[in-house]
């Protein structure tokens, strides 16, 4: 059956998930700021990617080949961020 999996993962809310190409790992997006990809298997955080904002994220996008995320907080910047690597493309 359906289980319910808890993380603590961010400090306050969770705001954003997204989806990645495997099942397994799930991208979150925070009040605190940062993006961080989950191991629903494991059921822990694989890695931080990245602090991403002072302020909180709101939502978050997976690129059609899974590659690249777009962030998005309470602020006017939209971050792109590599996956593998966690690293910042560009900022918007």
Known sequence: GLG???????E???????STAS???VLSAGDDGTVRLLD???ARVERPILKVSED????LALTPDGRLMLAAG???AI???DVAT???CADG
């Open 23 to 25: 099942p397994r790992l």
């Open 86 to 88: 966690g690293g910042r």
């Open 12 to 18: 306050g809310s969770v705001r954003a998930l997204a």
């Open 56 to 59: 909180r994220l709101g939502a």
């Open 74 to 76: 309470a602020g006017p």
């Open 4 to 10: 319910v999996l808890e993380f603590t993962a961010h």
């Open 40 to 42: 629903l298997d494991a």
């Open 79 to 81: 971050t792109l961020l």
